[in-house]
């Protein structure tokens, strides 16, 4: 028997499912947040040298806030002033517009630098002067959060396998709280670094888990619905995130309040069920009747609780031993597993590095970074919803690739756009999110359904790792501008086009039950 035959019997979406997918959606709110938190904290205001040490007490000091940066910063070839220069001694002759002292001595900021604090009342930037020979160590704390992420996705995913998906949930909830506040108090650059560190180590539970947790409870015909729903928590987020970033435009603030929903998750984790079907697979079967009874009991059909017997319940996994403790191994030992996760893993790698390497770029184009933010998020919801309906309709494998084509198209384009269009190359980026946002959302629902019950907890616990894997790297590769200008962009293009090849080679998973062993999965050769 079949765990969907328990399901059809306590209807498999009913009040007690929409329940799980409430109080998830709940907990998922701080994970865009999260995610995206560098765009503003690390943000670069404008800057330049503090010129304080060029005041002699004589003429300097008479000149006027304006002209103390024309005779003491140089201009550079694009005619911006220098934020990482300054001229040895006043340059006064530079008052008058006929001058030229290409070859004024420069040299290196003396005294840290000054900046605009229109924008942003405090940023790391400014806290602690990651500016420009220590560019690196700014995009490095965004690096640094998705290395604990990628961790803690390997971490939490076995644990989850081995201990169960609901107190796995709850400690995600309570660590991950705990660290991100405690990051909002760092007193260095490096007690920082490592605070977030751990901070993403923590949350990645919170996703990988509650995606699993939500899947396992409902029957085929819904498992669409979950999987968007899910998907449009994050929406939800990216959306939001900017309007509080734009009121609290201090960094500290700003991580401790969108930190702090986590709060309203710890309280309504009392009512998430743990997954019957890990219960069942892992022999534990009378929990898990507990739990069908109370679905049953929720979704108004009191009449199939009778034939909740454990007797019945056992029959559902015997083809491999409960007592067996399943571990990342499980998904290399057998041919088509390894398989399985080799395709997943690579597309979980090029998805994730597209979808932020696009997400992380929002200061690229020369628009305002609230409004860009806020279209990267609002276009994931006609994208999303579009899956929704795509998903039944051509199916899983089809919407990934043709949403991955997509997106490569849109990097395509930006590339031989001219950058002086900055609207242009703005809409282009957006609606290339929307269709980098559309792949993700299908491919976590995606996954789900590929892997067994047994070690499907794992299975998603690595594809997040390769990911977060992804995500580490996004920052750097947009550093690869330096180099060219649009190499970035033709990065993440080629990315895009691969994994679309990947996902063409995928089984599709419409209309099908969810494997429960391994064994299911290599019968399918």
Known sequence: MKFENVLAHINGFGRFQIMIIVISFIGRFTLPCHFMLNNFIAAVPSHHCDISSLDDGGVFMNLSQAERLVVSIPVQQDGTPSSCQMFEEPQYQLLFKSSNITDAPRVPCRNGWVYDNTTFKSTLTSEWDLVCTRRGKNKATATIFFVGVMFGAISFGSLSDRYGRRIMLLVSYVSGMLFGVASAFSTSYMMFAVLRFFTGFCITGIVIVSAVLSVEWVDIEHRKIVGVTDSLSWTFGNT??????????????????????????????????????????????????????????????????????????????????????????????????????????????????????????????????????????????????????????????????????????????????????????????????????????????????????????????????????????????????????????????????????????????????????????????
């Open 240 to 525: 939001v995130f900017p309007l509080i970033a734009y009121f609290v435009n201090d960094w500290r603030r700003l991580i401790v309040s969108v930190t702090s929903p986590l709060i309203l998750a710890i309280f309504t984790w009392r009512w998430m069920p743990e997954s019957a079907r890990w219960l069942i697979a892992n022999g534990k079967l009378e929990q898990a009747q507990i739990y069908l009874k109370k679905c049953a009991s929720m979704n108004r059909t009191d009449e199939s609780i009778q034939t909740l017997k454990t007797e019945s319940l056992s029959t559902i996994v015997v083809t491999e031993k409960r007592d067996r403790t399943y571990s990342y191994l499980d998904l290399i030992q057998t041919p088509e597993m390894r398989k399985l996760a080799l395709r997943t893993g690579i597309l979980w790698f090029c998805i994730a590095t597209t979808f932020y390497g696009i997400s992380f770029n929002i200061t690229g184009f020369g628009l305002n970074i609230y409004l860009t933010q806020f279209s990267y998020g609002l276009i994931e919801l006609p994208a999303k919803v579009s899956v929704y309906y795509l998903l039944d309709k051509i199916g899983r494998r089809s919407t990934e690739v043709g949403s991955m084509l997509l997106a490569a198209i849109c990097l395509g384009i930006n590339i031989v756009i001219p950058k002086d269009m900055s609207v242009a190359t703005t809409v282009v980026a957006v609606i290339g999110k929307g269709f980098s946002a559309a792949s993700f959302g299908t491919l976590v629902l995606y996954s789900a359904e590929l892997y067994p019950t047994v070690i499907r907890q794992n299975g998603m616990g690595y594809n997040s790792f390769m990911a977060r894997f992804g995500v580490a790297v996004a920052p750097m590769i947009l550093l690869l501008d330096e180099v060219w200008k649009e190499l970035p962009q033709v990065v993440l293009c080629c990315l895009a086009v691969f994994g679309a090849i990947v996902a063409s080679t995928l089984p599709e998973t419409r209309n099908r039950c969810l494997p429960e062993t391994i064994e299911d999965i290599e019968q399918k050769r």
